[in-house]
Protein backbone atom coordinates (compact mmCIF):
# COMPACT_ATOMS: atom_id res chain seq x y z
CA UNK A 1 0.00 0.00 0.00
CA UNK A 2 3.26 2.13 0.97
CA UNK A 3 4.28 1.58 -2.94
CA UNK A 4 1.26 3.05 -4.40
CA UNK A 5 0.67 5.89 -2.46
CA UNK A 6 4.44 6.42 -3.34
CA UNK A 7 4.04 6.24 -7.05
CA UNK A 8 0.64 7.91 -6.69
CA UNK A 9 2.20 11.41 -4.99
CA UNK A 10 5.15 11.56 -7.01
CA UNK A 11 5.53 14.46 -9.32
CA UNK A 12 6.00 12.72 -12.85
CA UNK A 13 2.98 10.70 -11.94
CA UNK A 14 0.29 12.86 -11.47
CA UNK A 15 1.44 15.26 -14.44
CA UNK A 16 0.88 12.11 -16.73
CA UNK A 17 -2.63 11.39 -15.40
CA UNK A 18 -3.78 14.93 -15.33
CA UNK A 19 -2.85 15.20 -19.02
CA UNK A 20 -4.80 12.24 -20.03
CA UNK A 21 -7.97 13.44 -18.26
CA UNK A 22 -7.30 16.61 -20.14
CA UNK A 23 -7.06 15.27 -23.17
CA UNK A 24 -10.29 12.53 -22.50
CA UNK A 25 -12.13 16.11 -21.73
CA UNK A 26 -11.02 17.66 -24.99
CA UNK A 27 -11.88 15.08 -27.25
CA UNK A 28 -14.84 14.63 -25.65
CA UNK A 29 -16.49 18.42 -26.20
CA UNK A 30 -17.80 18.53 -29.57
CA UNK A 31 -15.24 20.86 -31.08
CA UNK A 32 -12.00 18.49 -30.80
CA UNK A 33 -14.60 16.27 -32.50
CA UNK A 34 -15.45 18.15 -35.11
CA UNK A 35 -11.65 19.11 -35.34
CA UNK A 36 -10.40 15.81 -35.37
CA UNK A 37 -12.75 14.29 -38.29
CA UNK A 38 -12.12 17.23 -40.32
CA UNK A 39 -8.75 17.04 -40.40
CA UNK A 40 -9.02 13.68 -41.35
CA UNK A 41 -11.84 14.71 -44.02
CA UNK A 42 -9.16 16.83 -45.49
CA UNK A 43 -7.10 13.77 -45.79
CA UNK A 44 -9.56 11.89 -47.56
CA UNK A 45 -10.39 14.54 -50.00
CA UNK A 46 -6.75 14.73 -50.90
CA UNK A 47 -6.96 10.76 -51.61
CA UNK A 48 -10.23 10.37 -52.90
CA UNK A 49 -12.85 12.86 -52.97
CA UNK A 50 -15.65 10.22 -53.34
CA UNK A 51 -15.63 8.91 -50.07
CA UNK A 52 -15.88 12.46 -48.17
CA UNK A 53 -19.42 12.91 -48.21
CA UNK A 54 -18.89 9.82 -45.91
CA UNK A 55 -16.97 11.60 -43.19
CA UNK A 56 -19.24 14.71 -44.17
CA UNK A 57 -22.32 12.54 -43.13
CA UNK A 58 -20.82 11.56 -39.81
CA UNK A 59 -19.87 15.27 -38.30
CA UNK A 60 -22.10 17.70 -40.12
CA UNK A 61 -24.14 19.38 -37.24
CA UNK A 62 -26.01 22.43 -36.56
CA UNK A 63 -23.54 23.61 -33.55
CA UNK A 64 -20.63 22.94 -35.86
CA UNK A 65 -21.72 24.92 -39.53
CA UNK A 66 -22.87 28.04 -37.15
CA UNK A 67 -19.15 28.98 -36.12
CA UNK A 68 -16.65 30.25 -38.41
CA UNK A 69 -13.51 28.30 -36.97
CA UNK A 70 -12.79 25.93 -39.64
CA UNK A 71 -13.40 27.17 -43.42
CA UNK A 72 -11.55 24.25 -44.63
CA UNK A 73 -14.08 21.75 -43.38
CA UNK A 74 -16.99 24.05 -44.94
CA UNK A 75 -15.24 24.32 -48.09
CA UNK A 76 -15.65 20.67 -48.16
CA UNK A 77 -19.28 20.90 -46.96
CA UNK A 78 -20.36 23.29 -49.08
CA UNK A 79 -18.89 20.75 -51.89
CA UNK A 80 -20.75 17.67 -50.89
CA UNK A 81 -23.83 19.66 -49.92
CA UNK A 82 -23.99 20.86 -53.35
CA UNK A 83 -23.13 17.37 -55.17
CA UNK A 84 -25.36 15.37 -52.74
CA UNK A 85 -28.61 18.30 -53.54
CA UNK A 86 -27.90 18.34 -57.21
CA UNK A 87 -25.18 17.19 -58.82
CA UNK A 88 -25.90 19.47 -61.98
CA UNK A 89 -26.88 22.55 -60.40
CA UNK A 90 -24.21 25.15 -59.10
CA UNK A 91 -25.74 28.55 -60.56
CA UNK A 92 -28.50 28.98 -57.67
CA UNK A 93 -28.91 31.99 -55.58
CA UNK A 94 -29.75 31.41 -52.28
CA UNK A 95 -29.41 34.61 -51.02
CA UNK A 96 -31.47 37.99 -51.41
CA UNK A 97 -28.26 40.38 -52.75
CA UNK A 98 -24.95 38.96 -54.77
CA UNK A 99 -22.31 41.64 -54.13
CA UNK A 100 -19.03 41.32 -56.63
CA UNK A 101 -16.45 42.18 -54.66
CA UNK A 102 -14.25 43.79 -57.01
CA UNK A 103 -16.77 46.27 -58.47
CA UNK A 104 -18.60 46.92 -55.27
CA UNK A 105 -21.68 46.48 -57.25
CA UNK A 106 -24.92 45.12 -55.62
CA UNK A 107 -27.62 42.80 -57.48
CA UNK A 108 -31.21 42.81 -56.17
CA UNK A 109 -32.54 39.10 -56.21
CA UNK A 110 -35.14 40.32 -58.53
CA UNK A 111 -32.41 41.61 -60.76
CA UNK A 112 -30.96 38.52 -60.93
CA UNK A 113 -33.91 36.23 -61.37
CA UNK A 114 -34.83 38.11 -64.31
CA UNK A 115 -32.26 37.01 -66.37
CA UNK A 116 -31.33 33.68 -64.90
CA UNK A 117 -31.60 31.67 -68.09
CA UNK A 118 -28.05 33.85 -69.37
CA UNK A 119 -26.27 31.79 -66.43
CA UNK A 120 -28.46 28.49 -66.64
CA UNK A 121 -29.62 26.20 -64.17
CA UNK A 122 -27.40 23.66 -65.53
CA UNK A 123 -24.92 25.44 -65.85
CA UNK A 124 -22.18 22.67 -65.22
CA UNK A 125 -23.79 20.11 -68.28
CA UNK A 126 -25.55 22.57 -70.30
CA UNK A 127 -23.74 24.14 -73.50
CA UNK A 128 -21.67 27.44 -72.59
CA UNK A 129 -23.75 30.72 -73.84
CA UNK A 130 -20.63 32.30 -75.32
CA UNK A 131 -21.62 31.29 -78.40
CA UNK A 132 -25.32 32.40 -78.26
CA UNK A 133 -23.93 35.93 -77.68
CA UNK A 134 -21.50 35.93 -80.07
CA UNK A 135 -24.08 34.82 -82.81
CA UNK A 136 -26.15 37.75 -81.54
CA UNK A 137 -23.63 40.31 -82.13
CA UNK A 138 -21.65 38.73 -85.54
CA UNK A 139 -24.29 36.40 -86.71
CA UNK A 140 -24.80 32.61 -87.03
CA UNK A 141 -22.79 30.28 -89.03
CA UNK A 142 -23.91 30.05 -92.14
CA UNK A 143 -20.75 29.24 -94.81
CA UNK A 144 -21.57 26.62 -97.83
CA UNK A 145 -19.28 24.38 -97.46
CA UNK A 146 -20.23 22.79 -100.97
CA UNK A 147 -19.25 26.03 -103.01
CA UNK A 148 -15.63 27.09 -103.52
CA UNK A 149 -15.56 29.40 -106.17
CA UNK A 150 -15.78 32.33 -104.35
CA UNK A 151 -17.71 34.14 -107.16
CA UNK A 152 -20.32 36.07 -105.34
CA UNK A 153 -20.40 38.46 -102.45
CA UNK A 154 -22.15 39.09 -99.38
CA UNK A 155 -23.37 41.67 -96.88
CA UNK A 156 -20.79 40.98 -93.68
CA UNK A 157 -21.77 42.38 -90.43
CA UNK A 158 -20.34 45.79 -88.88
CA UNK A 159 -17.20 45.36 -86.20
CA UNK A 160 -15.60 48.43 -85.02
CA UNK A 161 -13.91 46.85 -82.02
CA UNK A 162 -13.15 50.41 -80.22
CA UNK A 163 -16.74 50.60 -79.75
CA UNK A 164 -16.96 47.28 -77.60
CA UNK A 165 -16.46 49.31 -74.42
CA UNK A 166 -19.72 51.22 -74.68
CA UNK A 167 -21.75 47.93 -75.13
CA UNK A 168 -23.64 46.82 -71.65
CA UNK A 169 -21.42 43.95 -70.07
CA UNK A 170 -22.88 40.64 -70.45
CA UNK A 171 -24.41 38.91 -66.81
CA UNK A 172 -22.33 35.73 -66.21
CA UNK A 173 -21.63 33.28 -63.75
CA UNK A 174 -18.06 33.68 -62.17
CA UNK A 175 -16.39 31.52 -59.87
CA UNK A 176 -17.10 32.31 -56.43
CA UNK A 177 -15.34 29.68 -53.87
CA UNK A 178 -13.49 32.28 -51.44
CA UNK A 179 -17.20 32.92 -49.46
CA UNK A 180 -18.56 31.47 -46.66
CA UNK A 181 -21.77 30.72 -48.44
CA UNK A 182 -22.77 27.69 -50.32
CA UNK A 183 -22.36 29.56 -53.61
CA UNK A 184 -20.35 28.30 -56.42
CA UNK A 185 -20.98 30.27 -59.24
CA UNK A 186 -21.70 33.96 -58.60
CA UNK A 187 -23.98 36.34 -60.71
CA UNK A 188 -22.59 39.69 -61.72
CA UNK A 189 -22.61 42.35 -64.22
CA UNK A 190 -18.79 42.92 -64.01
CA UNK A 191 -16.34 41.23 -66.35
CA UNK A 192 -14.10 40.23 -63.29
CA UNK A 193 -11.52 37.50 -64.28
CA UNK A 194 -10.50 34.88 -61.46
CA UNK A 195 -7.09 34.83 -60.64
CA UNK A 196 -5.53 31.98 -59.08
CA UNK A 197 -2.73 30.12 -58.62
CA UNK A 198 -1.71 27.01 -60.85
CA UNK A 199 -2.87 24.79 -57.81
CA UNK A 200 -5.72 26.58 -56.69
CA UNK A 201 -8.17 24.27 -55.17
CA UNK A 202 -11.36 26.17 -56.38
CA UNK A 203 -10.61 25.98 -60.00
CA UNK A 204 -9.35 22.41 -59.61
CA UNK A 205 -13.28 21.79 -57.82
CA UNK A 206 -14.57 23.61 -61.04
CA UNK A 207 -13.09 21.82 -63.54
CA UNK A 208 -13.04 18.16 -62.14
CA UNK A 209 -17.26 18.77 -60.85
CA UNK A 210 -18.20 20.87 -63.38
CA UNK A 211 -16.41 20.63 -67.10
CA UNK A 212 -16.31 17.49 -68.09
CA UNK A 213 -19.69 16.27 -68.99
CA UNK A 214 -19.87 12.50 -70.71
CA UNK A 215 -16.55 13.40 -72.10
CA UNK A 216 -13.08 12.14 -71.25
CA UNK A 217 -11.84 15.77 -72.12
CA UNK A 218 -13.01 18.59 -70.13
CA UNK A 219 -14.58 21.32 -72.28
CA UNK A 220 -11.69 24.13 -71.08
CA UNK A 221 -9.41 25.56 -73.28
CA UNK A 222 -5.83 26.71 -72.09
CA UNK A 223 -3.63 29.58 -73.74
CA UNK A 224 0.10 29.69 -72.27
CA UNK A 225 0.39 34.01 -72.09
CA UNK A 226 3.85 35.54 -70.75
CA UNK A 227 5.27 38.28 -71.53
CA UNK A 228 2.92 38.70 -74.61
CA UNK A 229 1.34 42.34 -74.29
CA UNK A 230 -1.37 43.72 -76.42
CA UNK A 231 -3.90 40.99 -77.76
CA UNK A 232 -3.61 40.92 -81.74
CA UNK A 233 -6.29 39.84 -84.43
CA UNK A 234 -5.00 36.26 -84.60
CA UNK A 235 -4.84 35.97 -81.36
CA UNK A 236 -8.64 37.41 -81.11
CA UNK A 237 -9.75 35.29 -84.20
CA UNK A 238 -8.14 32.66 -81.64
CA UNK A 239 -10.36 32.81 -79.10
CA UNK A 240 -13.80 33.22 -80.82
CA UNK A 241 -12.67 30.39 -82.75
CA UNK A 242 -12.94 28.53 -79.79
CA UNK A 243 -16.06 30.08 -78.42
CA UNK A 244 -17.49 29.53 -81.46
CA UNK A 245 -16.71 25.99 -82.32
CA UNK A 246 -15.91 24.26 -78.77
CA UNK A 247 -18.41 26.17 -76.38
CA UNK A 248 -15.89 26.05 -73.72
CA UNK A 249 -17.15 26.20 -69.84
CA UNK A 250 -13.93 28.29 -69.74
CA UNK A 251 -10.99 29.72 -71.13
CA UNK A 252 -7.42 29.28 -68.47
CA UNK A 253 -4.80 31.41 -69.26
CA UNK A 254 -1.46 30.68 -67.83
CA UNK A 255 1.10 32.91 -67.60
CA UNK A 256 2.56 36.14 -65.64
CA UNK A 257 -0.18 38.54 -67.22
CA UNK A 258 -3.51 38.92 -68.99
CA UNK A 259 -3.91 39.98 -73.07
CA UNK A 260 -4.65 44.12 -72.68
CA UNK A 261 -6.33 46.13 -75.99
CA UNK A 262 -9.56 46.56 -77.72
CA UNK A 263 -9.56 43.19 -79.08
CA UNK A 264 -8.78 41.85 -75.56
CA UNK A 265 -12.10 44.31 -74.30
CA UNK A 266 -14.12 42.67 -77.09
CA UNK A 267 -14.13 39.08 -75.28
CA UNK A 268 -13.99 39.51 -71.42
CA UNK A 269 -16.98 41.89 -72.31
CA UNK A 270 -19.20 38.90 -73.50
CA UNK A 271 -17.20 35.85 -71.92
CA UNK A 272 -18.38 34.47 -68.67
CA UNK A 273 -15.34 32.74 -67.89
CA UNK A 274 -12.07 33.56 -67.81
CA UNK A 275 -9.38 32.22 -65.66
CA UNK A 276 -5.75 33.43 -65.20
CA UNK A 277 -3.60 31.40 -63.48
CA UNK A 278 -0.71 33.00 -62.84
CA UNK A 279 2.87 31.11 -63.52
CA UNK A 280 6.27 31.51 -64.30
CA UNK A 281 7.79 29.64 -67.26
CA UNK A 282 10.64 27.18 -65.58
CA UNK A 283 13.89 27.62 -66.38
CA UNK A 284 15.50 24.68 -66.09
CA UNK A 285 14.41 20.58 -66.61
CA UNK A 286 16.95 17.94 -65.16
CA UNK A 287 19.30 20.33 -64.15
CA UNK A 288 19.71 21.86 -67.48
CA UNK A 289 18.77 25.39 -68.23
CA UNK A 290 15.96 25.86 -70.59
CA UNK A 291 17.42 27.08 -74.00
CA UNK A 292 14.12 27.65 -75.78
CA UNK A 293 11.33 30.03 -74.36
CA UNK A 294 8.89 27.42 -76.58
CA UNK A 295 10.40 24.39 -74.67
CA UNK A 296 9.42 26.37 -71.79
CA UNK A 297 6.02 26.42 -73.06
CA UNK A 298 5.72 23.12 -74.23
CA UNK A 299 6.10 21.93 -70.45
CA UNK A 300 3.94 24.76 -68.93
CA UNK A 301 1.16 23.23 -71.75
CA UNK A 302 1.76 19.53 -70.62
CA UNK A 303 1.37 20.18 -67.03
CA UNK A 304 -1.39 21.99 -67.53
CA UNK A 305 -3.18 19.16 -69.33
CA UNK A 306 -1.95 16.57 -67.17
CA UNK A 307 -3.39 18.66 -63.64
CA UNK A 308 -6.78 19.62 -65.51
CA UNK A 309 -7.09 17.88 -69.06
CA UNK A 310 -8.72 19.92 -71.68
CA UNK A 311 -7.72 21.76 -74.95
CA UNK A 312 -4.37 23.72 -75.27
CA UNK A 313 -3.68 25.70 -78.25
CA UNK A 314 -1.46 28.35 -79.61
CA UNK A 315 -2.91 31.87 -80.14
CA UNK A 316 -2.34 31.45 -84.10
CA UNK A 317 -4.51 28.51 -84.12
CA UNK A 318 -7.85 28.56 -85.02
CA UNK A 319 -11.12 25.82 -84.72
CA UNK A 320 -13.21 26.01 -87.75
CA UNK A 321 -15.77 23.36 -87.00
CA UNK A 322 -17.04 21.55 -83.99
CA UNK A 323 -14.49 19.36 -82.46
CA UNK A 324 -17.28 16.91 -80.63
CA UNK A 325 -15.64 13.38 -82.12
CA UNK A 326 -12.48 13.94 -80.78
CA UNK A 327 -13.59 14.36 -77.19
CA UNK A 328 -13.79 11.35 -76.33
CA UNK A 329 -10.03 9.89 -76.94
CA UNK A 330 -7.47 10.02 -74.07
CA UNK A 331 -4.94 12.38 -76.09
CA UNK A 332 -5.48 14.26 -79.75
CA UNK A 333 -2.85 16.25 -81.66
CA UNK A 334 -1.91 16.44 -85.31
CA UNK A 335 0.96 15.86 -86.75
CA UNK A 336 2.83 18.01 -89.70
CA UNK A 337 3.22 17.43 -93.65
CA UNK A 338 6.73 16.27 -92.21
CA UNK A 339 5.41 13.45 -90.44
CA UNK A 340 6.26 14.89 -86.46
CA UNK A 341 3.88 15.69 -84.07
CA UNK A 342 2.65 19.63 -83.94
CA UNK A 343 2.19 20.91 -80.40
CA UNK A 344 -0.12 24.11 -80.91
CA UNK A 345 -2.84 21.66 -80.74
CA UNK A 346 -2.96 19.33 -77.96
CA UNK A 347 -6.22 17.60 -76.17
CA UNK A 348 -6.44 15.27 -73.21
CA UNK A 349 -7.65 13.78 -70.24
CA UNK A 350 -6.12 14.95 -67.29
CA UNK A 351 -2.99 12.99 -66.77
CA UNK A 352 -3.03 10.96 -69.75
CA UNK A 353 -0.71 8.77 -70.29
CA UNK A 354 0.53 9.91 -73.67
CA UNK A 355 1.15 13.51 -71.66
CA UNK A 356 2.73 11.57 -69.06
CA UNK A 357 5.83 10.01 -71.53
CA UNK A 358 5.95 13.23 -73.50
CA UNK A 359 6.90 14.82 -69.97
CA UNK A 360 9.58 12.32 -69.29
CA UNK A 361 11.48 13.27 -72.39
CA UNK A 362 11.89 16.29 -70.96
CA UNK A 363 12.64 15.33 -67.62
CA UNK A 364 15.52 12.40 -68.93
CA UNK A 365 16.28 13.48 -72.23
CA UNK A 366 16.19 17.20 -72.73
CA UNK A 367 18.21 18.23 -75.85
CA UNK A 368 18.59 21.64 -75.46
CA UNK A 369 21.03 21.68 -78.47
CA UNK A 370 18.14 20.78 -80.75
CA UNK A 371 15.03 22.84 -80.75
CA UNK A 372 12.55 20.28 -83.26
CA UNK A 373 13.70 17.17 -80.53
CA UNK A 374 11.93 17.57 -77.67
CA UNK A 375 8.72 19.34 -79.01
CA UNK A 376 8.62 17.47 -82.31
CA UNK A 377 10.83 14.36 -82.96
CA UNK A 378 10.14 12.65 -78.98
CA UNK A 379 6.33 13.02 -78.81
CA UNK A 380 6.30 11.43 -82.47
CA UNK A 381 8.29 8.63 -81.46
CA UNK A 382 6.08 7.79 -78.21
CA UNK A 383 3.02 8.22 -80.29
CA UNK A 384 4.92 5.35 -83.24
CA UNK A 385 5.71 3.20 -80.05
CA UNK A 386 2.35 3.44 -77.83
CA UNK A 387 -0.50 3.80 -80.67
CA UNK A 388 -3.05 2.69 -78.33
CA UNK A 389 -2.20 6.09 -76.27
CA UNK A 390 -3.07 8.91 -78.61
CA UNK A 391 -5.33 9.56 -81.41
CA UNK A 392 -4.08 11.74 -84.44
CA UNK A 393 -5.63 13.53 -87.07
CA UNK A 394 -3.51 13.87 -90.20
CA UNK A 395 -2.90 17.57 -90.61
CA UNK A 396 -6.36 18.74 -89.33
CA UNK A 397 -5.26 20.74 -86.84
CA UNK A 398 -2.06 21.97 -88.20
CA UNK A 399 -1.72 22.67 -91.58
CA UNK A 400 -3.03 20.60 -94.45
CA UNK A 401 -0.15 19.13 -96.23
CA UNK A 402 -1.46 20.80 -99.68
CA UNK A 403 -1.08 24.43 -98.37
CA UNK A 404 2.55 24.42 -96.91
CA UNK A 405 4.49 27.74 -96.26
CA UNK A 406 2.77 30.79 -97.81
CA UNK A 407 -0.31 29.19 -99.95
CA UNK A 408 -2.81 30.28 -97.18
CA UNK A 409 -1.91 33.71 -97.44
CA UNK A 410 -1.50 33.42 -101.28
CA UNK A 411 -4.78 34.04 -103.65
CA UNK A 412 -3.57 31.76 -105.95
CA UNK A 413 -4.53 29.46 -103.69
CA UNK A 414 -7.93 30.95 -102.69
CA UNK A 415 -10.31 28.43 -103.64
CA UNK A 416 -8.54 25.87 -101.30
CA UNK A 417 -11.37 23.25 -99.85
CA UNK A 418 -11.10 23.51 -96.18
CA UNK A 419 -14.17 21.53 -94.89
CA UNK A 420 -12.40 18.38 -93.95
CA UNK A 421 -9.69 20.04 -91.65
CA UNK A 422 -11.05 20.96 -87.71
CA UNK A 423 -8.53 23.93 -87.46
CA UNK A 424 -5.46 25.43 -88.55
CA UNK A 425 -2.09 26.68 -87.62
CA UNK A 426 -1.94 30.43 -89.20
CA UNK A 427 2.27 30.63 -88.60
CA UNK A 428 0.62 34.12 -88.49
CA UNK A 429 4.34 35.74 -87.72
CA UNK A 430 5.56 35.05 -91.54
CA UNK A 431 2.70 37.51 -92.47
CA UNK A 432 3.61 40.82 -92.30
CA UNK A 433 0.65 42.70 -94.77
CA UNK A 434 -2.24 44.35 -92.83
CA UNK A 435 -3.91 41.43 -90.82
CA UNK A 436 -7.27 42.56 -88.88
CA UNK A 437 -11.34 42.48 -89.10
CA UNK A 438 -11.06 44.87 -92.09
CA UNK A 439 -8.25 43.59 -94.88
CA UNK A 440 -10.10 39.98 -94.35
CA UNK A 441 -13.16 41.46 -95.72
CA UNK A 442 -11.71 41.57 -99.11
CA UNK A 443 -8.64 39.03 -98.35
CA UNK A 444 -9.40 36.83 -101.33
CA UNK A 445 -7.09 33.49 -99.74
CA UNK A 446 -7.61 30.76 -97.28
CA UNK A 447 -6.04 32.82 -93.90
CA UNK A 448 -9.50 35.31 -95.86
CA UNK A 449 -11.97 32.78 -96.07
CA UNK A 450 -11.62 30.72 -92.26
CA UNK A 451 -11.22 34.01 -90.42
CA UNK A 452 -14.46 35.60 -92.16
CA UNK A 453 -15.88 32.04 -91.64
CA UNK A 454 -14.84 32.48 -87.65
CA UNK A 455 -15.73 35.99 -87.34
CA UNK A 456 -19.47 36.22 -89.69
CA UNK A 457 -20.03 33.43 -89.84
CA UNK A 458 -20.01 33.25 -93.94
CA UNK A 459 -16.51 33.10 -95.70
CA UNK A 460 -17.83 34.04 -98.30
CA UNK A 461 -16.06 37.75 -99.57
CA UNK A 462 -17.67 40.19 -98.73
CA UNK A 463 -19.18 43.61 -100.51
CA UNK A 464 -19.06 46.44 -98.18
CA UNK A 465 -16.62 49.03 -98.59
CA UNK A 466 -13.06 48.78 -96.36
CA UNK A 467 -12.96 52.59 -94.45
CA UNK A 468 -8.81 52.67 -95.07
CA UNK A 469 -8.87 55.14 -91.84
CA UNK A 470 -9.21 51.91 -89.89
CA UNK A 471 -6.69 49.44 -91.51
CA UNK A 472 -3.78 48.91 -88.95
Known amino acids: MAIFRKIFFHKRFRLVICLIIGIYLMMSTPFWMELSATLFADIMESVTRKKVSDVVNVIRTDNFLSTNVLPSFKRIYSLESRILQNKATYSRIPHPRQVDVKENNVLLKQDVESDVSDINENFCTDKSKWSKILSERLGKVTSNMKNWTFDKTVECPYL ?8 KPTRKGSLNCNISEDVFLNVTWTNDIYIASFYDDCVDMFITDCCKGNS ?39 GDSLPFGSYWDFIV ?25 EHASDIMRIEALLKYGGIYMDTDTLIVRSIEPLMNYSCVMSNQSSGLMASAFVMAEKNASF ?11 YNPSNYYYNAMVYPSKVARDHVDLIHIEYAKVSRPVDMIGWKIYNNTYASYNWSHIYGIHLYSRIYRKPFNEYTIRTMNTTAGSICRHILFGNKELCNSLIDHNYIR
Open 269 to 293: NMSPAIIHLKREPPEYIAAQKIKHK
Open 160 to 167: NISEIKHL
Open 216 to 254: RVPRIVHYVWYKRGELSFVGFTSFLSVIRFVKPYAIIFH
Open 355 to 365: LQLWMDGYRFH
